[in-house]
């Protein structure tokens, strides 16, 4: 049955460097879509501009955005309003410590969780907050800053110690001047999700070359392209058993137990 209250589609898909997230995504969308029967309702949690909720709106599902930014809010706000999907998405000022005041009801489908667990202050707690706000066996995108890209990349720049530093500390950090607070490792990420009633279901590094490539290599639409299906063909690899983790970005699918 067709929804009528659908919009049509306004190619309001998400940048190139994401789009490998909003693959997963949407197929995990469309998914548990046939399977309830209806469109979803999903929580972006710190989803500031709406660069996925719109997107995820367009397909005709229900997002509610937290955010702590009351100006990346009014610019999703904006956004929502020139898709033409207002009606769809409910913007909410605040952080996963507050999300039992946006949805009591536990009744959310899907949250998604992107660029959150880095710096909230713990990281354990608000994995435990979003669990409370899924429906039963509702699902999780999560996506974390993966510490083996930085390693990487601190290497191939000169700077062993820093990428000696990344390697070994505790949060994934390069040194006490590093701008982000922490980073993953897939081992991480699997103990937390699986400490906070979560089984993971995929696991994939994202951006496994993109954030390596100079920005002077990728001047068409062709380099893009190209670049894009390198990423996809790795993903579908053997041999990302070893390269998946060197994601800039580890990204994460999975269910409340």
């Not at 880095?118 to 409370?132: F, H, R, S, W, Y």
């Amino acid at each position: 049955m067709v929804d009528e209250r659908r919009p049509a589609r306004r190619g309001g898909a998400p940048s190139f460097r994401t789009q490998a997230i909003w693959s997963t995504v949407r197929k995990l969308a469309a998914t548990r879509e046939a399977q309830l029967g209806r469109p979803l309702s999903v929580l972006d949690l710190g989803g500031g501009t709406g660069g996925l909720a719109v997107p995820l709106a367009e397909l005709g599902h229900d997002i509610t955005v937290v955010d702590p930014s009351p100006d990346a809010l009014a610019a999703l706000e904006r956004r929502a309003a020139e898709s033409g999907v207002a009606e769809r998405i409910t913007a909410r000022q605040g952080d996963a410590d507050s999300l039992a005041e946006v949805r009591p009801d536990a009744g959310f489908d899907l949250v998604c969780c992107h660029g959150v667990l880095e710096v909230v202050d713990d990281p354990a707690a608000a994995l435990a907050a979003v669990a409370v706000a899924l429906a039963p066996d509702g699902h999780l995108s999560l996506l974390v800053a993966g510490r083996l890209a930085v390693v990487l990349a601190k290497a191939l720049a000169g700077d062993f110690v820093q990428a000696r530093e990344a390697l070994t500390s505790t949060d994934g950090r390069w040194g006490r001047t590093d701008p982000l607070p922490r980073r993953f490792d897939i081992a991480q990420l699997e103990a937390l999700l699986d400490g906070n009633g979560f089984t993971s279901e995929h696991v994939h590094g994202v951006r496994v070359f993109s954030d390596l490539v100079p920005s002077g290599t990728i001047d068409s639409a062709a380099d893009r392209v190209a670049l894009l299906e390198l990423e996809q063909a790795v993903a579908e690899h053997p041999a990302y058993a070893v390269l998946g983790e060197l994601g800039a970005g580890i990204h994460v699918l999975a269910r409340r137990a």
